[in-house]
């Protein structure tokens, strides 16, 4: 079977406060959305790409990206799991059901080729997939509607879910496709596949796979990034 990227880049990022998406804020020389398709498009195991942007976007176009491999870009949704299935169903004639799909947050542009191939490796004979994940090392608090602590969360167990989460192609279709008939908006593709009935695996990365939220995360990215191995 293939492996095929899923790239939702259609988010506005309003926690960032910036005049533009997060995705398209500078990092190291070049944007943060061209940071993450890098590391697709350089690896040798992935087959092609699709990008789902925003029907507005004005930035995509201004990007330097240069692909080898096929790179499908598509019109995102209201929320990340509708751009994904957007993405999803834009791939319908390259993905056979049994290929693989690895969808990774535009967000997330310090993912390490070591990470990448340790769960393509774990995953690609296993009968459900999963995700890249991290155990929680703070201390967990439920709080109040007053702001105070209601109960201290044991957190032995707990998992930070990152992406690329990783799944056979007609699989995780149906699960997405199946969340949204019943009106539940998914945070993330294991979600889905769990309300299916399936258990995705976790496979422990490096928590330098950030997500980019909110300024300081820039800077962090930037450190990650220039030490070149996260
Ligand atoms: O907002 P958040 O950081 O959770 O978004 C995660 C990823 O999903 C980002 O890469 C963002 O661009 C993408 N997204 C999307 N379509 C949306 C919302 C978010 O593709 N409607």
């Known amino acids: 079977p293939d492996f095929w990227a899923v790239i939702p880049a259609a988010g506005v990022g309003r926690r960032m406060g910036a005049d533009r998406p997060k995705q398209y804020l500078a990092l190291a020389g070049r944007t943060v959305l061209e940071h993450t398709l890098e590391i ?9 790409l699709a990008v789902a942007i925003g029907g507005e976007d004005e930035y995509y176009r201004e990007l330097t990206i240069r692909s080898d491999k096929p790179l499908l870009v598509v019109h995102g949704g209201e929320e990340r799991c509708h ?16 290929d693989w799909v690895l969808v990774h947050d535009a ?5 390490s ?8 490796d774990t995953l690609r004979d296993d009968p459900v997939g999963g995700l890249l ?6 201390t967990l608090k439920r709080a109040d509607a007053e702001g105070r602590v209601a109960q201290t969360v044991d957190r032995a167990g707990l998992w930070r879910a990152f992406t690329p989460q990783m799944f056979r192609y007609a699989m995780l279709v149906e699960a997405m496709e199946s969340a949204r008939q019943q009106g539940l908006l998914v945070t993330d593709e294991a979600s889905a596949m769990e309300l299916a009935g399936h258990a995705p695996r976790l496979v422990e990365g490096s928590p330098a796979n950030l997500k980019i939220t909110s300024p300081a995360d820039l800077a962090l990215a930037e450190f990650f990034l220039g030490r070149g191995q996260v």
Request: charged residues 25%.
């Open 40 to 48: 697709f498009i350089r690896s040798p195991r992935i087959t092609g």
């Open 83 to 98: 751009s994904v299935l957007n993405a999803l169903r834009a791939l319908k004639h390259q993905a056979a059901d049994d």
């Open 107 to 111: 967000a997330r542009p310090c993912l």
């Open 113 to 120: 080729d070591e990470d990448l191939t340790r769960l393509l």
């Open 133 to 138: 994940a991290a155990p929680v090392a703070d």
